[in-house]
């Protein structure tokens, strides 16, 4: 027998003929060398002889004991609890032999937990995957997961990417002054960069800003307070640093209308504050490098910077005028989607048992609530809408149906309205008749001419003559005064 520290196996040496039989012994042989703290002061065990008698499993098996294992093993095996002999289960008495005691169902096999691979993707491939997201959804994963944050921040050419093959060449170019990070945290997320309100999305081009409206109003100042600004410590006037600032418009309302410089009186000319301050330091500070100041490099450096404020005007255009068209593709787009949720709503309706009608349909405010989400219509929204519209169909038909169908009931002939004037009937008797109101004799009314010719026989000859009479016009509505 071999363990983890012996091996001990079973000799017998040979047996003389005349000589009876020794007692078997074992060798140990060691096969593992002493080792840890205590190896120096061990000694190293060497093989030596064992008496069989003292090792363990030698004995020899009772007679019926070698069945028993066996029939253990297989109910074992099968799941059936085994009671030994001498033991007595609930239901029996005798001691005897082993009984089964209950069935017991083997165990569900364990699931091994998948190993996830050591080796994480390539950075290539992460570019190429990345490459095709969204804009959107890339700032999303800069934001919200911390292994993407610096991998989107040192490939400024994936965000391009992305821009490119969602986008193409309608939209336009970023600024030099812009990254492609800024570009697109300014196109697609939303939250002042000031006040860090979170339901601001206007993003004013002009100043390369998102704001609210409270925030760019504290920020920007109008041109004749900017013309105060521009002046050195000693008084100078520079008037000509306007044109190296960005400028924006505002309406007489306060309202942002676009990139300025303004060209009516109504619209006022705005700057940034800081870009007002920046602009003076900057032109200090050049003064200052240059002790003798030439025209030639003054007109340099004012060249610079216009060309700058140029580029950032001619980008603010593209992109309103791009805004503007997304805008209006999106408004018609809705509005298709609500024409077909209307018509999609009136079929299903139609089917109805009992059907309802257009007109009852749009004196539902449901249903007028339905058909102003611009959304594709479906059988999910249709069955929400049902209960609700067959609801207040319901009511509309116990108050008399839609308003023009009451308003007509109720002005029908041999009913008198609030103002409408009553109608004389066939089945009143003679004395049972209402009575009509008295009217005052009409000027060139001539009951033998009638009222046509009469009146014009009494007309001026310069005025021109009335058409001639019709017998086929149509005849009073007295419905008018019950609508309005």
């Not at 021109?464 to 005849?475: F, G, R, V, W, Y």
Request: net charge positive; proline share 9%.
């Amino acid at each position: 027998m071999v363990n983890a520290k012996n091996v001990a196996f079973k000799v017998n040496k040979q047996t003389p003929i005349n000589q009876g039989p020794l007692q078997a012994y074992g060798t140990v042989i060691n096969c593992r060398k002493p080792g840890g703290k205590r190896a120096r002061d061990q000694k190293e065990v060497r093989s030596h002889h064992v008496p069989l008698a003292n090792v363990e499993g030698t004995l020899k098996r009772k007679r019926g004991e070698e069945e028993e294992e066996g029939a253990h093993a297989l109910f074992t095996l099968l799941g059936i609890e085994v009671i030994p002999s001498g033991a007595t289960s609930l239901g029996s008495a005798s001691p005897d032999r082993g009984a089964l005691h209950r069935w017991q169902p083997p165990k569900a096999p364990r699931i091994r937990k998948p190993k996830l691979p050591s080796k994480g993707v390539d950075m290539d491939c992460w570019f190429i995957i990345l490459s095709f997201s969204d804009p959107a959804q890339l700032l999303e994963m800069r934001s919200g997961i911390p292994s993407c944050y610096y991998f989107l921040r040192d490939n400024p050419m994936l965000w391009k990417h992305s821009r490119t093959y969602h986008y193409g060449s309608d939209l336009p170019e970023p600024p030099s002054e812009l990254t492609e990070y800024q570009y697109a945290d300014l196109r697609h997320d939303h939250g002042c960069m000031s006040c860090k309100a979170p339901n601001t999305r206007k993003t004013y081009w002009a100043f390369l800003r998102r704001w609210c409206k409270t925030c760019l109003q504290s920020k920007t100042l109008k041109e004749h307070d900017a013309m105060v600004m521009l002046r050195g410590p000693d008084g100078e006037d520079l008037p000509f640093l306007a044109n190296c600032l960005p400028s924006g418009i505002f309406d007489s309302w306060g309202n942002f209308v676009g990139v300025g410089p303004a060209t009516t009186h109504a619209l006022k000319t705005v700057f940034l504050l800081s870009d007002v301050r920046k602009i003076v330091t900057e032109y200090l500070d050049f003064k200052a490098q240059h002790e003798v100041m030439r025209a030639e490099d003054l007109h340099a450096w004012i060249v610079a910077r216009t060309e700058l404020v140029e580029e950032r005007k001619a980008f603010a255009h593209k992109m309103e005028a791009w805004e503007e068209t997304i805008r209006n593709e999106r408004s018609y787009d809705y509005s298709a989607k609500k024409s077909a949720r209307k018509t999609y709503f009136q079929q299903k309706a139609s089917e109805l048992t009992p059907a309802i009608s257009v007109r009852e349909m749009e004196c539902c405010p449901s249903y007028r609530r339905a058909i102003a989400i611009p959304k594709e219509p479906n059988n999910t929204s249709w069955l929400q809408l049902k209960p609700k519209l067959e609801k207040e169909a319901a009511e509309l038909k116990a108050k008399g149906g839609p308003p023009e169908d009451r308003a007509r009931v109720s002005s029908t002939p041999g009913m008198t309205s609030g103002t409408s004037t009553p109608i004389r009937s066939m089945d009143f008797p003679q004395h049972q008749q209402p009575q009509l109101p008295y009217m005052l004799p009409m000027i060139g009314f001539n009951p033998g001419m009638g009222f046509h010719n009469g009146l014009h026989a009494n007309l001026p000859p310069n005025l021109p003559s009335l058409p001639p009479p019709h017998s086929h016009m149509p005849p009073h509505n007295h419905t008018h005064s019950h609508m309005f």
